[in-house]
């Protein structure tokens, strides 16, 4: 379509009472020149990565993790491998949590101190890649692993 059917086409909206778009406060321009680049961005997110996530030995884990994204939704069992898109493991590799210990053993004064604390962190759902048939996939995710959670 060209330019100029375009405009007609907005100025006849305009002319009906309609909203442009583009004068909401709300919505986000993206210049042509990014287009190319947010649907590559978008078209990586939506391919299929297949990953396993590790048994565990805690009894009171669930058998599966609840991945949720924008209101999509993909259930992730344990131990069997299992296509998911790559935004589903974009959650998956982002969902750490830490865990305190302290070391009791007493200092040179016989005291316990809140000095001895140590933080763990870890994946809250361990997962291993079977297949990612993007040859970028495994450098994607190293960064988004290695970002601070």
């Known amino acids: 379509m060209s330019k100029a059917n375009r405009a007609v086409i907005v100025e006849g909206l305009v002319a009906q009472a309609s909203k442009n778009i583009t004068d909401q406060v709300d919505v986000q321009k993206v210049a042509e020149s990014d287009l190319a680049k947010v649907a590559a961005e978008e078209s990586l997110m939506h391919e299929e990565v297949t990953v396993m996530l590790m048994p565990t030995t805690d009894a009171n884990a669930p058998p599966y993790a609840i991945l949720n994204v924008n209101g999509d939704r993909a259930v992730v069992p344990r131990n069997r491998p299992v296509p998911i898109k790559r935004k589903f493991l974009e959650v998956l590799a982002r969902m750490k949590e830490t865990r305190v210990s302290q070391d009791l053993?007493?200092?040179?004064?016989?005291?316990?101190?809140?000095?001895?604390?140590?933080?763990?962190?870890?994946?809250?759902?361990?997962?291993?890649?079977?297949?990612?048939?993007?040859?970028?996939?495994?450098?994607?995710?190293?960064?988004?692993?290695?970002?601070?959670g």
């Open 105 to 148: 053993t007493p200092n040179r004064d016989g005291e316990i101190t809140v000095d001895s604390l140590r933080g763990h962190t870890g994946l809250v759902y361990p997962f291993t890649i079977i297949s990612d048939k993007n040859p970028k996939g495994g450098a994607w995710l190293a960064n988004v692993l290695a970002e601070a």
